[in-house]
């Protein structure tokens, strides 16, 4: 027997089942090459940042500064561009999109650049940051949804369960999660934001109930005790954290189906592309020039790509999102320098140029490939039509002894079932095939 909340999740989510991700309204505003576009600027940060031999990310121009040593986090933000890339081209370019998963295993193998070692760690990602690892886990999580590899995810679900939520502490506002285990527990947005999201996906994946528990208890204490009820997250709002707990209410609206979360996610989104302190003339505003500064964009852009392609939530809210996305691809493109290519750097704020005078950085380079690669992302979902003839009708002959189930946005619904009878109608993803429920 399905419990409540699984229950609630699977009536949220199924309530638009039928519904395609094409949308004849949101393709019309498609019109530029973000195939090509995309391609050029990753192809800038992997000619230019990534050592290819270790799948991790130098902070500058193939190391000139020999400044990577320290960038952690940082490796999972622009990791996360090259798992676009590879499920962007896994069927116009299987070549590109297989050397793509040789980076992410390589990656993996060297922990993600991370300079923190420990003998009692068996994962290799063990960190002092909490926030750090936090933001690791969320990319191998993806890297396992991308490439059908579990074992990143048990790796990220192990580092959860052992080495983040341990640090939590209960308190009568949610759970507290610090952000350095040397500083105590203290309120901070950048920490249990994405501690959220993890433990969300978690759940989404395991089904298991506590990890909701620690989602519900994280974003309690978001919202009672750092959020400021006009949209910010944090003050000052940043664009990562900002985008980071955005997306941990939309996943929390789809496990549970209640529509305070959605709210939030609304409010918090919008805030983050409309207010004077998140843009410049409409684009997102420069936030520094530090290797964390630099690369918050590239956070925020993947989760509001997500909200455009959330069809539980309405039209008009997601064309106003697409619209400013589609602005800042424009913008960006026309301020690169192509005859520079390779060297086609981005910069700080995408309404300017590269001041070609400085040594220019992986964190504005990884902001601006998660752009392009999140709007080809985009385009491609809301511009192509499924093909029906794909969709077949399950019947008795068809159905292995068990077998798992998913909604067509991935989310897992099912596992190891011998039968759907407990599944409202509708279209699935089960044993890799879509399957019509009647």
């Not at 561009?81 to 999109?97: C, D």
């Not at 933001?135 to 995810?153: D, P």
């Amino acid at each position: 027997m399905m419990n409540r909340r699984f229950l609630t999740a699977i009536i949220s989510i199924l309530c638009v089942s039928n519904m395609m991700a094409y949308n004849a309204i949101l393709s019309r505003y498609i019109k530029q090459d973000y195939q090509g576009w995309a391609d050029s600027v990753t192809h800038v940060l992997i000619t230019n940042f990534l050592n290819t031999n270790k799948g991790t990310f130098y902070s500058t121009p193939h190391d000139v500064e020999k400044s990577s040593t320290y960038i952690y986090w940082q490796q999972a933000h622009a990791m996360d561009v090259l798992i676009y890339g590879y499920e962007n081209n896994l069927e116009s370019n299987p070549t590109l999109a297989s050397r793509y998963k040789l980076y992410m295993r390589r990656w993996v193998q060297n922990h993600a650049n991370n300079y923190y070692s420990s003998s009692s760690d068996g994962t290799g990602f063990l960190n002092p940051y909490t926030d750090d690892m936090c933001w690791i886990c969320l990319t191998l999580i993806h890297m396992g949804e991308a490439t059908e590899t579990s074992t990143y995810i048990t790796t990220a679900k192990t580092v959860f369960d052992r080495y983040i939520i341990t640090r939590g502490k209960e308190t009568e506002d949610g759970i507290m999660l610090p952000w350095n285990w040397d500083q105590g527990a203290g309120p901070n947005a950048c920490t249990n934001s994405p501690a959220c999201l993890v433990a969300a996906k978690l759940y989404n994946h395991y089904g298991t109930e506590k990890y909701l528990t620690y989602a519900e208890g994280l974003y309690n204490y978001v919202v009672k005790k750092i959020a400021k009820g006009d949209g910010r997250v944090e003050e000052p709002p940043l664009s990562y954290t900002q985008g980071t707990f955005g997306e941990a209410c939309r996943q929390l609206y789809h496990i549970t189906g209640d529509v305070k979360y959605r709210t939030m996610c609304t409010n918090v989104l919008n805030y983050a592309v409309t207010s004077g302190r998140c843009v410049n003339n409409g684009i997102l505003r420069h936030e520094g020039t530090s290797m964390d500064q630099s690369i918050f964009k590239a956070v925020l852009i993947p989760y509001l790509v997500n909200y455009v392609l959330d069809e539980t939530i309405p039209t008009a809210g997601r064309r106003t999102i697409l619209s400013f996305l589609i602005t800042q691809c424009n913008t960006l493109w026309k301020n690169l320098d192509k005859d520079a290519y390779p060297q086609m750097y981005s910069s700080y704020y995408w309404g300017e140029k590269w001041d070609t005078s400085k040594t220019a950085s992986m964190g504005a380079n990884t902001s601006g490939a998660s752009l392009m690669e999140n709007m080809r992302r985009c385009a491609i979902s809301l511009t192509t039509k499924e093909d029906e003839s794909h969709v077949v009708e399950i019947s008795q002959d068809m159905k292995p002894q068990t077998f798992d189930v998913y909604t067509l946005d991935g989310k897992c619904l099912l596992r190891g079932a011998t039968d759907t009878g407990n599944l409202p109608k509708g279209i699935y993803i089960i044993n890799g095939r879509k399957r019509v429920v009647q």
